[in-house]
Nanobody, 129 residues
């Protein structure tokens, strides 16, 4: 069984930082594409950062103009999302998700949330002005 559990959310002032964590169990961590998603009230769920390993190297990227950084600790089987310079527009429920298909395939399909089969329960991030 695959289980994901997010933590680290909370309320912060605009310009502040948070570090989210996602503890994973039940699978070979490095063989999955891992993505952080978020969903704000009234909006579509969107991917915000992605990480994968290939050819002996780890690759990561974000879609929030450089303010977020995704990383993983394979020894601890934990995924992280470092969020800096937070803005009120970042307020959302944040989820980590895992999918055994390649990140390349998932990226070609626009990181559709429906393509990810394993999800955590989410952690709320609220940024106030």
């Amino acid at each position: 069984q695959v289980q994901l559990a997010e933590s680290g959310g909370g309320s912060v002032q605009s310009g502040g930082s948070l570090r989210l964590a996602c503890a994973a169990s039940g699978y070979t961590y490095s063989s999955y594409c891992m993505v952080w998603f978020r969903q704000a009230l009234g909006k579509e769920r969107e991917g915000v950062a992605i990480i994968y390993t290939g050819g002996g190297s780890t690759y990561n990227g974000d879609f929030v103009k450089g303010r977020f950084t995704i990383s993983q600790d394979n020894a601890k089987n934990t995924l992280y999302l470092q969020m800096n310079s937070l803005k009120p527009e970042d307020t959302a429920m944040y989820y980590c998700a895992a999918e055994p298909r390649s990140c390349q395939w998932l990226l070609l399909h626009s990181l559709s949330p429906t393509d990810f089969r394993y999800w955590g329960q989410g952690t709320q991030v609220t940024v106030s002005s």
